[in-house]
């Protein structure tokens, strides 16, 4: 069935760095979508990428869709003490009946 | 306030019982989705209704089940409890299916404790 891989597992970051994680999914999949969940929260919707190549900004987050819409990756430029929290992917697959979380990459930033 | 209602907000039983997990989706979503997540882990696909039907299963155990109702409410219900089947349930609801689907709304969740 369809598996979605995420890395890192855990970040720790100084605030002020610049933070990545990374999707890929072992199928194609017509979107993608990311989460973020604070702690002790529930996951809430980010944005979803659908196009092939697709970049998308919001503020300090880029948020990319591969090439062979497989891949994803999330960007967070000069993290801040309010960026914490665990960061999912999710991917649709092309049946479009499935949402495929990925494991979630936990970013902790230190002050 | 994602719209998405979960009752209880938590729950705890012994081994060997059963329990249902409600969830209310938003208004005019047909879609809901059940999710279970351990502590720290990820989100584990469990089932997808769609207006009542049941349109996709991942990876739910024989001792659960689900059903959506007429009315768009889902139940999820666990029998034969086990240690670890504790962990936080999540309903999320979204307005429909296909590809072109808006995001999925998650609910505060169901935190199952079992002992």
């Known amino acids: 069935g369809q598996q979605v891989m995420q890395i890192p597992q855990y970040q720790h970051v100084q605030e002020g760095e610049d933070f990545t994680t990374y999707c890929n999914s072992s199928?194609?999949?017509?979107?993608i979508q990311w989460y973020k969940q604070r702690p002790g929260g529930h996951p809430v919707f980010l944005i979803q990428l659908v196009k092939s190549g697709e970049v998308k900004k919001q503020k300090r987050l880029t948020f990319q869709f591969g090439e062979a819409k497989k891949n994803s990756s999330l960007h967070i430029t000069a993290t801040q003490t309010t960026d914490v929290g665990t960061y999912f992917c999710a991917g649709k697959n092309n049946a479009g009946n499935m949402l495929t979380f990925g494991g979630g990459t936990r970013l902790m930033v230190k002050p | 306030d994602s719209g998405v209602t979960q009752t209880p907000k938590h729950l705890i039983t012994a081994t060997g019982q059963r329990v249902t997990l409600r969830c209310s989706p938003r208004s005019g979503d047909l879609s809901v989705y059940w999710y279970q997540q351990s502590l720290d882990q990820g989100l584990q696909f469990l089932i997808h209704y769609y207006n009542g039907e049941e349109r996709a299963k991942g990876n739910i155990l024989e001792r659960f089940s689900a059903q959506q109702f007429p009315d768009l409410h889902s139940e999820l219900n666990l029998s034969s409890l086990e240690l670890g089947d504790s962990a936080l349930y999540f309903c999320?609801?979204?307005?429909?299916?296909?590809?072109?689907?808006?995001?999925?709304?998650f609910g505060q969740g169901t935190r199952l404790t079992v002992v």
């Open positions: 999320a609801s979204s307005i429909g299916q296909g590809r072109m689907n808006t995001e999925a709304f």
């Open positions: 199928t194609t999949l017509s979107n």
